[in-house]
């Protein structure tokens, strides 16, 4: 039987980025295993990352940010956005 995935988001803000990296994902057209091969990020922890149950360091905000062809401020910025639109 493989692993539970968690479910819940570690926070509001985790979430937030999550949809934010994933938002960036689909407009750069990657799927998730793609985004992984040009970041050397594991496919696992990118999903983890997506469903905001991961806490990403800044070297992986960075590895992420460069693959989808990106700043790290505008990956942020999306976030907060995201963040504060939500109720």
Do not use: F, W
């Amino acid at each position: 039987m493989p692993p539970r995935r968690k479910a819940k988001p570690r926070s509001a803000e985790h979430a937030a980025l999550g949809a934010a990296i994933e938002r960036l994902r689909h407009e750069a057209g990657l799927s998730q295993e793609q985004l992984a091969d040009r970041s050397g990020i594991h496919l696992t922890h990118i999903g983890g990352l997506e469903r905001g149950v991961r806490n990403p360091s800044y070297a992986t905000l960075v590895r992420l940010a460069d693959a989808l062809q990106t700043r790290v401020g505008r990956l942020t910025d999306l976030a907060d956005k995201i963040r504060d639109a939500t109720p």
